[in-house]
């Protein structure tokens, strides 16, 4: 795969810049900043409430009960 070089990187640049302007590319890397601060954000609260939950709990473990067994 070839790699790109300064002079196509500035070219590419300068095509997006054209097709959606400075202000839009501005507003578009805002909301992908926040997104994913949003995002990492619920990571940490997710692992916060995992590291609060104590492992192994016995009624867990239990197997179900298959109710279809019963008598009647």
């Not at 990571?43 to 104590?54: G, H, L, M, V, Y």
Request: charged share 30%.
């Amino acid at each position: 795969m070839p790699h790109l070089g300064p002079l196509e990187i500035v070219i590419i640049l300068l095509i997006v810049v054209l097709l959606f302007g400075v202000g839009r590319i501005g507003r578009i890397g805002g909301e992908l900043g926040r997104g994913i601060k949003e995002f990492r954000k619920a990571i940490q609260e997710d692992s916060n409430d995992k590291a609060d939950k104590p492992a192994g709990k016995a009624e867990d473990k239990a197997p179900a009960k298959d109710e279809s067994r019963t008598a009647a």
